[in-house]
């Protein structure tokens, strides 16, 4: 299981474990919870669009946000529901979220906002 474990701003694809994450992760997974999450982490390696989890201070529950590498689209902060949502199942309605913003990334138009601007100041 490859998940960058990186707290800087930069983005290297993939789901990223921040603050109380690996510790809330080692105590409720069990080991298929364990093989279900590594095919999740596999599944967003490439993906441009980061997915980090954090701890939550009050339970043992996950936060995720959601970070796009394009400025039209803002950070999105995703909260584990209490009792009726399984960390795996929290964790793959991220990623599916984060596949979903990546595709739509692609089909927005490459815009040079620089030569618009010069064409209109000519």
Do not use: C, H
Request: hydrophobic share 40%; net charge neutral.
């Amino acid at each position: 299981m490859q998940i960058n474990m990186n707290t800087d701003n930069q983005s290297f694809a993939g789901i990223k474990l921040m603050s109380g994450a690996e510790d809330a992760l080692r105590k409720a997974l069990k080991p298929a919870d364990w093989v279900e999450f590594d095919k999740i982490a596999k599944s967003q390696e490439n993906n441009s669009v980061d997915v980090y989890l954090f701890g939550r201070n009050d339970s043992d529950k996950l936060m995720g946000r959601i970070v796009p590498n394009n400025s039209n689209f803002k950070d999105k902060d995703y909260y584990q529901l209490p009792f009726f949502e399984p960390f795996t199942k929290f964790i793959d309605k991220l990623a599916k979220k984060a596949d979903n913003i990546a595709e739509k990334i692609k089909q927005m138009p490459e815009v040079n906002v620089d030569e618009i601007i010069g064409r209109l100041k000519q």
